[in-house]
């Protein structure tokens, strides 16, 4: 029997309503497909490719140059796994034989040999107060599979952010990186993991409160 992994992605739907989380993982009812934009997912490719230009090089490229001691993951062959949607950080629950699936954007690597989750992020606006907690759970899970994995962590991951901030006469965007470090804490990424293995091994759980999706998902 093939084994269940949940994505980080999952886990986000369970932290918004573990009803809806129950329903989706057990294949009973999916929430509405809503249309996603591509341009995150294409910036995502072509920074990863950005980034690897300097690795190649073993320099920093300059949204880090200044602002971080040390260099980027060097070890391509575990970078690209990690990378990989369907394979990345795993990490499996042998109570439960329920696995956790993280896929990086890329590693920076500090002059003591910790590891710092660097993860690209696309918005329409400009950065306010509190954006980057909305990762928190994100990057908390992303430092507990690189731990369980013998990779040690700094208690603290980089959000780099990119915005466009104006078109130039050819037409051409321009974006600005701004580069975010944001607290991590490992046991609070296994911890929302644990808790919905929990869920998902029990009863379907009540409606949550404000839902906009569990009227519809009612049987």
């Known amino acids: 029997m093939k084994r269940l992994f949940l994505s980080q ?49 073993n320099c920093l490229p300059p949204e880090l140059e200044g602002k971080l001691k040390g260099h980027l993951f060097n070890d391509m062959e575990k970078l690209e796994v990690w990378r990989n949607n369907f394979k990345g950080l795993q990490y499996v629950d042998e109570e439960s034989g329920i696995g956790l699936m993280g896929a990086l954007d890329d590693l920076f690597v500090d002059d003591e040999e910790f590891n710092i989750p660097l993860d690209f992020k696309t918005r329409g606006f400009p950065l306010k107060e509190d954006t980057h907690q909305h990762y928190q759970h994100q990057v908390d899970i992303y430092c507990f599979l690189l731990d369980v994995n013998g990779n040690k962590t700094r208690e603290f991951a980089c959000l780099l952010f990119f915005y466009p901030l104006k078109v130039d006469s050819d037409g051409k965007v321009i974006f600005k990186s701004e580069l975010v470090k944001i607290g991590t804490n490992k046991e609070n990424g296994k911890k929302i993991f644990m808790d919905a293995v929990k869920v998902l091994q029990g009863e379907e759980p009540e409606p949550s409160e404000g839902c906009p999706y569990c009227n519809w998902n009612k049987s």
Request: proline share 8%; charged share 30%; glycine share 4%.
């Open 9 to 57: 992605s999952k886990l986000s739907l369970f932290l918004e309503c573990p009803r809806c989380f129950w329903l989706d993982v057990k294949g009973i009812k999916k929430r509405p497909v809503s249309i996603f934009p591509s341009l995150p997912s294409g910036m995502d490719s072509i920074l990863k490719k950005y980034f690897d230009e300097f690795r190649c090089k």
